[in-house]
């Protein structure tokens, strides 16, 4: 299995240390752990985010019709230069 060194400062490997033995694990289970949450975070956000643009485009006319004032303007339209 391919491995990674992180390194750490002395303070915050006091604070691993303390919270594995507070949780009776292993300093590497406890980093592991929170990688692996925080990898399973990041894909939960991305495939929301890709949920709520298909979401959004499939009725991007019911939110124009409901939101106007937040609508671009068209070409043309708008500010003069």
Do not use: C, Y
Not at 17 to 28: H, L, P, W
Not at 54 to 65: K, L, M, P, Q, T
């Amino acid at each position: 299995m391919p491995a990674l060194n992180v390194e750490f400062s002395d303070r915050e490997l006091d604070d691993l240390r303390q919270i594995a033995k507070e949780r009776g694990t292993s300093m590497k289970a406890l980093v592991r752990e929170a990688a692996a949450a925080d990898i399973a975070r990041h894909r939960a956000l991305q495939e929301g985010a890709e949920a709520f643009r298909r979401f959004f485009a499939a009725h991007a006319d019911e939110f124009a019709a409901a939101f106007p004032d937040d609508e671009p303007p068209a070409d043309g339209e708008g500010r003069a230069a």
